[in-house]
């Protein structure tokens, strides 16, 4: 399980550190791909295959597709060197928006991936109390 937050910077050749929090649980091997908000996914293999399964799932729907298409055209594989840097394809560096500074949140069973500038424009939690309410609908109380 992944949790935290993390900052980090994307090095003049487009590569950045996965924290060492994160770096055993993700695996020497994972997957990065587009992710929602602006952020990029990143999942280790075992976590990205079950993703995978639930999207084969999907309707024969335009918007399905749509879904499927987003995540897997996005998608790369990436393994860490020694000192736990990846290169994150331009694609992708361009589409979540990193450039210098950058932040590593803890989601669960992914990694998201943020430009310092998105995390903070979406890391507001005013409206938290709400959106636990409305939680209890799924099973989930506090």
């Not at 335009?62 to 998608?75: I, N, S, T």
């Not at 290169?87 to 979540?96: D, F, G, N, Q, W």
């Not at 409305?134 to 099973?139: I, P």
Request: net charge negative.
């Amino acid at each position: 399980m992944f949790m935290g937050e993390f900052n980090h910077s994307v090095d003049a050749k487009g590569r950045i550190i996965i924290p060492s929090k994160f770096r055993e649980d993700l695996g020497e091997e994972f997957v990065l791909t587009l992710g929602l908000d602006g952020c990029l996914f990143a999942y280790p293999y075992s976590e990205w295959e079950l993703f995978v399964e639930k999207l084969k799932t999907l309707p024969g729907t335009k918007e399905a597709r749509q879904l499927q298409r987003y995540f897997m055209a996005g998608a790369a594989a990436c393994e860490a060197d020694k000192q736990g840097r990846i290169l994150i394809p331009a694609k992708l560096r361009e589409s979540a928006g990193l450039e210098k500074d950058i932040v590593f949140i803890g989601v669960l069973n992914k990694i998201e991936i943020w430009s310092k500038e998105r995390w903070d424009e979406n890391n507001d939690f005013e409206d938290v109390d709400a959106i636990a309410e409305r939680m209890s609908e799924y099973g989930i109380s506090f």
